[in-house]
């Protein structure tokens, strides 16, 4: 059973910092890639990052560059997202996703297997 549980969500203030983390069980992590997703009401979803766990290769979409990080400890089988300068605008439910067509972080990616969400709220 492949299931991925986010945690690490909360109130942050702008400029402020958040790391989430993904927890995988179900399968061996370093045999996929794995992505972050975020999505605001009214929005559609929106890639964020997405990293390849067998090499640690990582992509980010442009509005995040610089500010987040994912990246993985396979001996956990977790996953991690560091979000630093947080703006208002990267309120949403984050989602981590599971790969599972391929090893390749594309836009077009198949990610089937999603987990249930946690919440980030950037405020002042």
């Known amino acids: 059973q492949v299931q991925l549980v986010e945690s690490g969500g909360g109130l942050a203030q702008p400029g402020g910092s958040l790391r989430l983390s993904c927890a995988a069980s179900?399968?061996?992590?370093?045999?996929?890639?794995i992505g972050w997703f975020r999505q605001a009401p009214g929005k559609e979803r929106e890639g964020v990052a997405c990293?390849?766990?067998?090499?640690?290769?990582?992509h980010y979409t442009g509005s995040v560059k610089g500010r987040f990080t994912i990246s993985r400890d396979n001996a956990k089988n977790t996953v991690y997202l560091q979000m630093n300068s947080l703006k208002p605008e990267d309120t949403a439910v984050y989602y981590c996703?599971?790969?599972?067509?391929?090893?390749?972080?594309?836009?077009?990616?198949?990610?089937?297997?999603w987990g249930q969400g946690t919440q980030v709220t950037v405020s002042s």
């Open positions: 990293i390849i766990s067998s090499d640690g290769s990582t």
């Open positions: 996703a599971l790969e599972t067509g391929g090893s390749t972080c594309s836009a077009r990616g198949d990610f089937s297997s």
């Open positions: 179900g399968f061996t992590l370093d045999t996929y890639a």
